[in-house]
């Protein structure tokens, strides 16, 4: 029987405290979005400062492939670190003990990005590298204490909704990027007095690109202090530490709820499960779960990172020339065009699954995302050399476009929520951090493999990157397409749902029907048989 105080978490109305929840929890989220999407115009300011080795060239300076792909997987690697370090933590302390820590991460380190130490190419790379890292922990280790922290707060009637909302707020990051972006390029254009910014960019750009940096930590910080107020969350006191007054007292502090609708006399604390985990008792009982979720979030974060990150590569031709513009018009313009992209479709991608995620349920959502994905890439991925690469145009930008909506009314989004309802309070936060590790994995692979599959096969070919013999960006994207696909598949052979049950509820794991014979050992081998079964099935 649950507990009191858990069924009127289960139940309770939709109240300020749930709305405050989502925008301090999201503020991880937001700065994740921030600097990743700060990335392309930051890249273009490098490239034209401290690798213009010839200003007098018809080209103007570009940062090597090679810089690009340590800049994005270093930051990369930090968030793998800080997923699985705070995902641990906070099963071992609490979340509320290392929530504030992993924030402080992420605006001192935003800060040191803009800094940099010095101004020579080598130095300022090597801190801006070191930076890079220590904000991709802070990042990291908000993920699964953000998604884990609403999910036990919600009722499991919106539940979805809410964890959706949090993870929405990487729109709201996008957005702000490229405005600050835009923002920042258009003062110090008209500000600057230099008298040839396109050949030579003028000594303040050097500062422009820094500001641009740091003021990911503004929305961070404004957070701290509702952090540092957030009581433990009233399952992990209960469940996990077993002290069942304190997370009565907690409940009762955040929500207006009577009570005697929150304190039962009788109540009996539930016995936590004996078994640690990766034993064969967790991998029988949630491997299958855990397997699901990481390689889907892996499956995704290939596809989703490959295109976010080198989105100027893919619409270039809706951009002038790096020739014929300044450093700042050149930022600016493609800042502009990834608030474009977020306004049409990344952002409403968001909202949808805000909407419907509690209506149709995960599983669909997340099939229907990959589905239409890859139909999406192969449109534009197998004309691209003979049709897109020359004649891009209004329908090119909305097959891209839909590329990122069904991403966020998809797997993205859907990735971030499953992790953090299927598995018991004592692993959720472990959980859903190997999961999320598991996609930046994935991110790696497809940021800096796109980055060098995508390259040109013409003689417009920047600095550092080289001619390919096949076109590199129609088998880049065919490519995607068919890691889409099989994320379709491995939702459909894996994936639990979870809509409108309790938390609790989905910790309960029918043994005999998910994973077969639990006393000889053979569960999970009985289930992939199934599932081997019901793929071939699929297939006719």
Known sequence: MALKVLSALDTAKTQYYH????????????TDAYDLFCIPP??????????????????????????????????????????????????????????????????LSSIGCGFSICRTRKCVLTSLCLFRFLLGVGIGGDYPLSATIMSEFANKRTRGSFIAAVFSMQGFGILTSSAVTMIVCAIFDRA???????????????????????????PAAMTCYWRMMMPETAR???????????????????????????????????????????????????????????????????????????????????????KHVDVYRDAFNVAKLQAIIAICSTIPGYFATVIFIDRYGRVKIQMLGFFAMAICLFAIGIPYSKFWDHRANAGFLILYGLTFFFANFGPNTTTFIVPAELFPARFRSTCHGIAGAAGKVGAIIGSVGFLWASQATDDDVKPGYHHKGINGMTMGLVVLGGISLLGMVVTYLFARETRGRS???????????????????????SYLSRSVNRLRAFSL
């Not at 490239?47 to 300076?61: H, K, L, M, Q």
């Not at 600057?192 to 503004?218: H, Y």
């Not at 794991?509 to 081998?525: A, K, P, Q, R, W």
Request: proline letters at 6%; charged letters at 20%; glycine letters at 8%.
């Open 19 to 30: 709305f405050k929840a989502i925008i301090v929890a999201g503020m991880g989220l937001f």
């Open 42 to 107: 930051i890249m273009i300011f490098l490239g034209r400062i401290y690798y213009d080795e010839n200003p007098s060239a018809t080209s103007p300076g570009a940062t090597p492939p090679s810089i690009v792909s340590v800049s994005v997987t270093i930051a990369l690697l930090g968030t793998v670190v800080g997923q699985l370090v705070f995902g641990r933590l906070g099963d071992k302390i609490g979340r509320r003990k290392v929530y504030g820590m992993a924030l402080m991460f992420m605006v």
């Open 192 to 218: 600057s007095k230099a008298t040839d910014k396109i050949k030579v960019p003028p000594d303040e750009a050097d500062i422009a690109w820094r500001l641009i940096l740091m003021f990911g930590a503004v």
């Open 236 to 322: 992990y006191t209960a469940l996990v530490e077993q002290n069942l007054r304190q997370a009565v007292m907690d409940v009762g502090r955040v929500l207006d709820v009577p009570e005697e609708e929150i304190k039962g006399e009788f109540d009996v604390l539930p016995r936590p499960p004996s078994y640690g985990l990766f034993s064969k008792p967790f991998l029988r009982n949630h491997g299958r779960d855990l397997l699901s979720c990481s390689l889907s979030w892996f499956l995704v974060d290939i596809i989703f990172y490959s295109n976010t990150l080198f989105q100027s590569q893919i619409y270039h031709n809706f951009l002038k020339p790096p």
């Open 503 to 525: 938390l609790e509820e989905n910790e309960i794991t029918n043994i005999e029907d998910d994973y077969g014979d639990e006393e000889n050992g053979l569960g999970l081998f």
